[in-house]
C-alpha cells in the first residue's frame, strides 16, 4: 500500500520527467520518465517512455509506452501498444492492443484478443487467446485454451495440465477456408489432456489426446485415449 502523502503526476503536455515514487501517473500528452518509477496507477493516454523498471499495482495503455527495464505490475489492461525491454511480471493481464517484451513473463491470468509477442518464455496458471501470438520460448501454464481467430500463432514449446487449441467456428461450414488461414504452430506439446485444431507440431505428448480436423503432427505419443479427425495427419503413433 501507498504510502500517505505521496503526490499524483498528471502530463497534459510534452517534457522530460524524474522518476520515483507516485500515488498516480497519467500521461495525456508526451512525456519520458528518466529513472525508475512506482506508483499506484499508471495510465498512458499519449505516449510514454521509462527509461528505468517500472513497478505499478495497475498500468492503463490506451497509446503508446515503451517501459526501457522490466515491469512488475498487479494488473494491466492493454487498448494501444507496449513495448517492455525487460522482463514482465504481472498478475492479471488483458490485451486487447498490442504487447511486446523483448524478456520473459509470469502471471497468474493472461487474456490476448490483440496481439502478444513474448521473446522469451511466458509462465502462467490460466493462458486464454483469442488473437494472435509469437512466444519464442516456452509456454506453460496449468491451462491453455487457444481460439485461432484472425492469424497464425506460435510458440517454441508448449506445456501444460489442460491444452485447448481450437480454430472458431473450426467444425462449420467455412472450416476448408479458415484451416488455411488460422495455424498454430509449434515444436513439441505436452499435457495431460490435449485437445488440438488446426496445430503443425513435431512432438504431441500426453495423457489423453484428441486430435481434431486441419492438424499434422509427426509424432504422437499417448498413455490413456487417443482420438484423431480423419481430416488431419500423424506419421506416427506411440502408446506408452
Known sequence: MMETGISNLTINGSGSYGGGLYRKVKVNGEASVTDHLECQAFTIMGRSKVEGNTKAETLSVYGEAELNGDLKAEKVKIYG????????????????????????????????????????DVEAEVFSSQGQFQIDGLLNAEEVNVSLRYDHSFAGEI??????????????EMFQLKKSMLQMKTSVIEGDEIYLECTTAEVVRGRNIEIGPGCEINIIEHQGIYKKSKDSIVHEERKS
Not at 83 to 92: F, N, P
Request: glycine letters at 22%; hydrophobic letters at 30%.
Open 81 to 120: 501498444s507496449c513495448l517492455i525491454q525487460g522482463d514482465a511480471v504481472i498478475k492479471e493481464s488483458k490485451v486487447r492492443g498490442s504487447l511486446d517484451i523483448n524478456g520473459s513473463y509470469q502471471g497468474e491470468q493472461v487474456e490476448v484478443k490483440g496481439g502478444l509477442t513474448v521473446r522469451g
Open 159 to 172: 506445456g501444460g495440465k489442460r491444452i485447448s487449441i481450437r480454430a472458431k467456428g473450426g467444425l462449420g
